[in-house]
């Protein structure tokens, strides 16, 4: 039952802000594969390497009283340990799945869902340990603080890891791109340890007030980033009505995704579910276009983006026709 309660607790808060993350990335959404594998890294490999790792590391801690190796070991090896066992998994996505990443706000989603993985793992053992200790009312008193007051905690320092993987996506040479790398791993290690070390010395106000300062900084990041994509989605799908791919009544309808999109989608479901699914991938379908188009033009022919291009206009044509538009 304390686990239940204890996972519940932890689960519940996790799955929306999950989904606000997902709902966030409107234009082109990550694979499902890699989103969902992404949050179970943060949620199993990545919790296993920290404990090992910190319980190596900290060891040498153990001569000291366990009041101070406990703060020490919280404030100056758990912000490098944790952010690097979180890092990897994003670290993973850009080697072998660079396709995917195309620009800052790929980086910040995945980033993010690494860390609300671990972040529900870490969150269900405190809350156990709570009750087992306080019982219901020191419980009653964690979840609201873990959950909501610091539930963005580790999706905020994972998400500078992110944005260091984004930046060093489009980097020119190999230094801007270990650079880029590495400063947004720092970025990550510095505000965790922050957010530690002002818990530690019982200042928690004043790491509430950084927690969602850096928060802001995610969601001011994401507004510019999906502000960034928009116009991609103008530019380079512009040439998509000359070639006949698009209309120029759909060009407006996707560029703008305002009442008029809202529009087109009820009146689709009014037809049937099927044909909103359709217009909904005919859509994604014209995000990643725009998001390929700004590939080649950056990147060239890296991973066949040529085929990929023509395969997506192939696809758009075709869904164009099923829809009737």
Not at 264 to 269: Q, V
Request: proline share 2%; hydrophobic share 50%.
């Amino acid at each position: 039952l304390v686990w239940l309660l204890s996972f519940v607790a932890a689960i519940v808060p996790t799955v929306f802000f999950v989904w606000l993350f997902w709902w966030l990335d409107r234009y082109e959404k990550e694979p499902k594969v890699l989103f969902l594998g992404a949050f179970l890294w943060g949620a199993a490999p990545a919790v296993v390497l920290s404990l090992l790792f910190e319980s190596w590391l900290t060891s040498p801690l153990g001569a000291l009283s366990e009041q101070v190796s406990t703060v020490l070991g919280s404030t100056f090896v758990a912000p490098p340990v944790e952010e690097l066992a979180k890092g990897a998994a994003v670290w993973g996505i850009y080697r072998w799945a660079r396709g995917e990443f195309d620009g800052t706000l790929d980086g910040i989603v995945y980033g993010a869902v690494v860390g609300l993985g671990f972040a529900m793992v870490e969150n269900a053992f405190y809350f156990a340990s709570a009750l087992q200790s306080g019982g219901l009312e020191s419980f009653a008193a964690l979840v609201p603080v873990r959950s909501i007051a610091f539930g963005l905690n580790h999706a905020t320092f994972t998400a500078f890891t992110g944005v260091g993987f984004a930046r060093a996506r489009y980097g020119q040479t190999r230094a801007v791109r270990r650079g880029a790398i590495w400063a947004g791993i720092g970025a990550a290690i510095v505000v965790h340890l922050l957010h530690n070390g002002l818990a530690n010395a019982g200042l928690c106000g004043v790491s509430l007030l950084v927690n969602w300062a850096g928060v802001g900084v995610v969601f001011v990041v994401i507004a510019l980033s999906l502000r960034r994509e928009s116009e991609w989605m103008r530019d380079y799908l512009r040439e998509e009505v000359t070639l006949g791919v698009l209309s120029a009544p759909l060009y407006t309808l996707l560029t703008t995704r305002g009442a008029g999109y809202r529009q087109t989608l009820a009146r689709l479901h009014r037809q049937g579910g099927s044909q909103a699914k359709l217009f909904g991938r005919l859509a994604s379908d014209a995000a990643e276009l725009a998001q390929k188009k700004h590939q080649l033009d950056r990147m060239g022919n890296e991973q066949g983006n040529l085929a990929t291009i023509a395969r997506l206009r192939e696809r758009i044509t075709q869904e164009r026709e099923q829809l009737g538009i």
